[in-house]
């Protein structure tokens, strides 16, 4: 496994989950516990990964990339027909199932699901995927994909009527990459046939070259990769000089 490009302004020893570093093994994962008041600092993710076709080819099951919680109180990034999906339950149950896209919490299932403009993965290309999630504070969510080699591709959400509902971690347990032995799988459901199913996530465990997954208790800013950034700040800086000639 290779450490992560880190497309958002955090630094990754700060990460509250470091699946390079953490065990997530087995039934409850890493972390386990009450993480009280800091939900309302929303939450990061940051995960690189290289799919193979087998994580690519499934609409009927999805695969886990990082998630944190259970079926009641959980969020998560996930991979369903190629494409990257982002789930999150709060104050719900593990009957309830997600509705994409559906930004509404008062739509009847206590959770909110987006998907990612950026379309179908390919299989064998690297990926830096951002999620940042903070639905107290600014009821925002936003997700950033860049493939090696491309461009920053960028989504935001605005989500509506909260309500009540605080808490998207549960139990705060996070896991990585992982399709088996973990228990429950953030804002995923136990209703048969879904295919954010448990049962169907069971099983279906990410088959490619799994990165660095980092997960941070707070929200944070998307941004380009460093190499991205001084590029274009060499850019502007020939500019400037062609401009004053």
């Not at 996930?78 to 709060?90: A, D, P, V």
């Not at 290309?125 to 951002?130: C, D, I, K, L």
């Not at 309500?163 to 459901?189: E, L, M, P, Q, V």
Request: hydrophobic share 40%; no cysteine.
């Amino acid at each position: 496994m290779s450490h992560a490009a880190i497309i958002v302004n955090l630094d990754p020893s700060t990460a509250r989950f470091d699946s390079l570093v953490d065990d997530d093994s087995g039934p409850g994962g890493f972390g386990a516990g009450d993480p009280g008041a800091e939900n309302a600092n929303g939450l990061t993710f940051n995960v690189t990964f290289t799919p193979v076709a087998g994580d690519l080819d499934s609409s009927t099951a999805a695969v886990s990339l990082v998630e944190i919680g259970g079926d009641a109180n959980g969020s998560g990034l996930y991979l369903l027909g190629g494409e990257l999906h982002f789930i999150s339950k709060m104050n719900g149950s593990g009957p309830n199932v997600p509705a994409f896209d559906d930004l509404d919490w008062a739509s009847g299932n206590n959770m909110i699901g987006a998907t990612s403009s950026f379309g179908a993965l390919t299989a064998g290309t690297e990926y830096s995927v951002a999620v940042v999630f903070d639905p107290i504070t600014s009821a925002s969510l936003e997700i950033g994909v860049l493939p090696t080699g491309g461009s920053l591709s960028m989504d935001s959400f605005s989500l509506l009527n909260i309500g009540t509902k605080n808490n998207w971690s549960g139990d705060d347990s996070a896991s990585a990459f992982r399709g088996t032995d973990i228990g429950n799988f953030g804002g995923a459901s136990v209703g048969t046939g879904d295919p954010f199913e448990e049962a169907q996530i069971n099983g279906n465990t990410f088959e490619g070259s799994a990165g660095q997954a980092l997960y941070w208790s707070r929200n944070s800013m998307i941004i380009p990769e460093p190499s991205g950034l001084a590029f274009l700040g060499l850019g502007l800086l020939l500019l400037f000089g062609n401009r004053r000639r």
